[in-house]
Nanobody
Framework: QVQFVESGGGLVQPGGSLTLSCTAS????????MGWYRQTAGKQRELVTT???????SYVDSVKGRFTIYRDNAKNTMYLRMNSLKPEDTAVYYC?????????WGQGTQVTVSS
């Protein structure tokens, strides 16, 4: 069973930057398109950005131009570089396949944007 481990979250001021990391227990990034999701209390988990096996990326409008998804297949690691962070980016961030394929969620990493 593939396990995802997210890290890199924290408290940052508006306008700041963070880079999140996602590692997988198996060589999953070479086989599936992947995504970063986020969830705030009382809301459904939202797909924020995806990256295909070929490296094509997509972003929801709210993060376009600010977030960058990339991966290192050799390290079984995917990243999310977040610039110009806004309070509305505050959430727990998760990685998983995109579309979802029934793999278990990791524990996520909390990102809090606040002054």
């Amino acid at each position: 069973q593939v396990q995802f481990v997210e890290s890199g979250g924290g408290l940052v001021q508006p306008g700041g930057s963070l880079t999140l990391s996602c590692t997988a227990s198996g060589n999953i990034f070479s086989f599936y398109a992947m995504g970063w999701y986020r969830q705030t209390a009382g809301k459904q988990r939202e797909l924020v950005t995806t990256i295909t096996k070929g490296g094509s990326t997509s972003y929801v409008d709210s993060v376009k131009g600010r977030f960058t998804i990339y991966r290192d297949n050799a390290k079984n690691t995917m990243y999310l570089r977040m610039n110009s962070l806004k309070p509305e980016d505050t959430a727990v961030y998760y990685c998983n396949t995109a579309p979802l394929r029934g793999l278990a969620w990791g524990q996520g990493t909390q990102v809090t944007v606040s002054s």
